[in-house]
């Protein structure tokens, strides 16, 4: 499951910088919120987890019926609900917890799950992968956009500790997107197909969906 809630003191203590920070590239972001939206119907219920400060749910709002948006960090989803408050949005919901401690949602409930910047901090990456599977309805739809600095020569595995040992980094997984697709496929997702959002290697920026009743996995 997504097993966050050791480094959560490490994200509530980076939440108000966290909040304040550009996005990194705008230009890829703008790309994946429009895959993410071209998935949304008015009638759309929506699952995200690992959802920091809110910044794509209150975005896509418009785009869906309503919105459950989660996150470890308490301080986190209290600067969410602040911009929410301020933005006026009122069909997005934001939860402090993770789905360990229990989704906000049924299984066979989800029109579409949210995994944005989340895959490779989780430690148990192929049970997160099966709960959002059970969560989603059949056609349901898969998005994630997660760091795989298996795809890099660089020795982030060795960096990554060091930085730990100075509380300036969480726990990171390393993979390579090519594992990623893989296990999306075993655990019985269908149709997984990695979107080109930019030329960084290290970024997988995935599609996927819940088989239909009666739809063969390949």
């Known amino acids: 499951m997504q097993t966050l809630t050791a480094d959560e003191p490490f994200w509530d203590g ?8 550009p996005v990194a590239d705008p ?3 703008e790309r994946k919120k429009a895959i993410t939206r071209e998935l949304l119907k008015p009638t759309s219920t929506v699952l995200e987890i690992g959802c920091g400060t809110g910044t794509l749910a209150l975005e896509l709002a418009p785009a869906a019926a309503h919105i459950h948006a989660m996150d470890v960090s308490a301080e986190m989803v209290r600067i969410a609900n602040q911009k929410k408050a301020a933005q006026g949005v009122r069909n997005v919901t934001f939860h402090h917890g993770t789905l360990e401690s229990g989704a906000p949602l049924a299984e066979g409930t989800v029109d579409c799950v949210w995994a944005y910047s989340i895959l ?3 430690d148990d990456q192929r049970r997160t992968l099966e709960a959002l599977l059970a969560l989603l309805k059949p056609g349901g739809s898969l998005v994630s956009s997660t760091i795989c600095l298996g795809n890099s020569w660089v020795p982030y595995g060795a960096l990554i500790t060091v930085m730990r040992w100075f509380g300036k980094a969480p726990r990171v997984h390393i993979y390579r997107s090519a594992e990623l697709v893989q296990q999306m496929q075993e655990v019985g997702f269908v149709e997984v197909e ?3 959002v930019t030329s960084d290697p290290r970024l997988a920026f995935i599609v996927a969906k819940k088989p239909r009743v009666g739809q063969q996995r390949a």
């Open 14 to 21: 980076i939440a108000e910088k966290y909040a304040k920070q």
């Open 194 to 196: 990695e979107k080109n």
């Open 120 to 122: 490779h901090l989780v």
């Open 27 to 29: 230009a890829a972001f």
